[in-house]
């Protein structure tokens, strides 16, 4: 079974950054195409963006034109850049297939202030 372990939340201002990272525990990763989701508080889980084995990538809404989600293969990685975040974005981040195939991760908590 695969593990993942995400890091790199934190508490930011509105308008800040933080660089998500996701690590899977074997090199099956490079097959399957990863995505990164979020729960907020009292909500239910949803993708915010995936990126294929080949490296095309798709967002929702909420998230477009301020989060880039990238990948290295090589090192069994995945990324979240989140610019101009808002409070809205405040949840626990985790990383898992895009049909959430493997056992989910601790995820990062990702705090947004106003």
């Known amino acids: 079974q695969v593990q993942l372990v995400e890091s790199g939340g934190g508490l930011v201002q509105a308008g800040g950054s933080l660089r998500l990272s996701c690590a899977a525990s074997r090199n099956i990763f490079r097959l399957n195409a990863m995505g990164w989701y979020r729960q907020p508080p009292g909500k239910q889980r949803e993708l915010v963006a995936h990126?294929?084995?080949?490296?095309?990538?798709n967002y929702t809404d909420s998230v477009k034109g301020r989060f880039t989600i990238s990948r290295d293969n090589t090192k069994n990685m995945v990324y979240l850049q989140m610019n101009s975040l808002k409070p809205e974005d405040t949840a626990v981040y985790y990383c898992?297939?895009?049909?959430?195939?493997?056992?989910w991760g601790q995820g990062t908590q990702v705090t947004v202030s106003s």
């Open positions: 898992n297939t895009v049909d959430s195939r493997w056992n």
């Open positions: 990126i294929t084995s080949g490296g095309s990538t």
